[in-house]
């Protein structure tokens, strides 16, 4: 029997999917659509990390603690001169906990750091955390340094304004921490042409394969970025990247 040609394999596919929508196969299959898709964007996550040769990593770690990225956060201060001058933007500030830490690591007199933020909880649902979750009461976490400043409200309400209204001249270290696939999303296409070589990118839940992974996915095919992973924390839930 001789190979099917790539226009009759068209074919096909086009007259299953005109079956699939007119039978109203969505009725069958859609209880499992979620499941299936998780599943293929969580062998995604597991390929990557077969490919992909990462030199500071923990896995496989059985305690899974937030305060173990800090531990990362100081490999890349030692191995990417990020002691030096730097322009230190954090999607997602929370409590401020990784905002605080590089304030505190980080006494260059010429760095700026950014906390971005609604600080009334997420926008949205985030698997088991509901919207409105993490809700700060709108205000700021406590920070005594003059060289930090906040920006309130939906990254897409935001950030745009941002980039119009300021020069980022330093090394870029961005902190991507807002949780969501679309908060993700939004942030790497909107500073997509402020990024150079040598930037930092930071996801804080990578390892969320609906969410970051996916968005981290999304970019990089979208836009042909390419990105040099430096390291990872906490099973991949944390992976950082320098721009090349």
């Known amino acids: 029997m001789g190979l099917i040609s790539d226009k009759k394999k068209i074919r ?7 079956y699939f929508i007119r039978f109203k196969m969505h ?3 859609g209880p499992f659509a979620n499941l299936m898709i998780f599943t293929g964007y969580l062998s995604k996550l597991s390929k990557w990390v077969e490919q992909n040769k990462i030199p500071f990593d923990d896995f496989y770690n059985n305690k899974v603690l937030h305060k173990n990225r800090t531990e990362l956060y100081q490999h890349l201060c030692d191995t990417q001169g990020l002691d030096k001058a730097i322009c230190f933007m954090d999607f997602g500030v929370g409590y401020g906990n990784s905002l605080k830490w590089w ?3 980080n006494k260059d007199k010429d760095s700026k750091f950014y906390g971005f933020d609604t600080f009334v909880g997420l926008p949205e649902r985030f698997g088991p955390y ?3 979750e993490f809700d700060q009461g709108g205000t700021f976490p406590k920070v005594d340094d003059d060289r930090c400043s906040f920006v309130k409200g939906l990254f897409q309400d935001s950030l ?6 300021n020069t980022l001249t330093q090394k870029k270290v961005i902190n991507l921490d807002g949780d969501l696939y679309s908060s993700t999303l939004f942030v790497l296409t909107t500073i997509a042409p402020y990024l150079k070589e040598g930037d930092i990118l930071m996801f804080d839940e990578f390892g969320v394969p609906l969410h970051e992974f996916r968005a981290y996915e999304d970019f990089v095919k979208s836009y042909y ?10 099973n991949y839930l944390t992976v950082v990247f320098k721009v090349i």
Do not use: P, T, Y
């Open 12 to 18: 096909i596919v086009k007259k299953c999917k005109a």
């Open 27 to 29: 009725r069958v299959l």
């Open 103 to 105: 304030l505190q690591s």
């Open 130 to 132: 509901k919207k409105g």
């Open 160 to 165: 745009q304004r941002f980039l119009l209204d």
């Open 225 to 234: 970025f390419k990105l040099e992973v430096l390291g990872a924390k906490n």
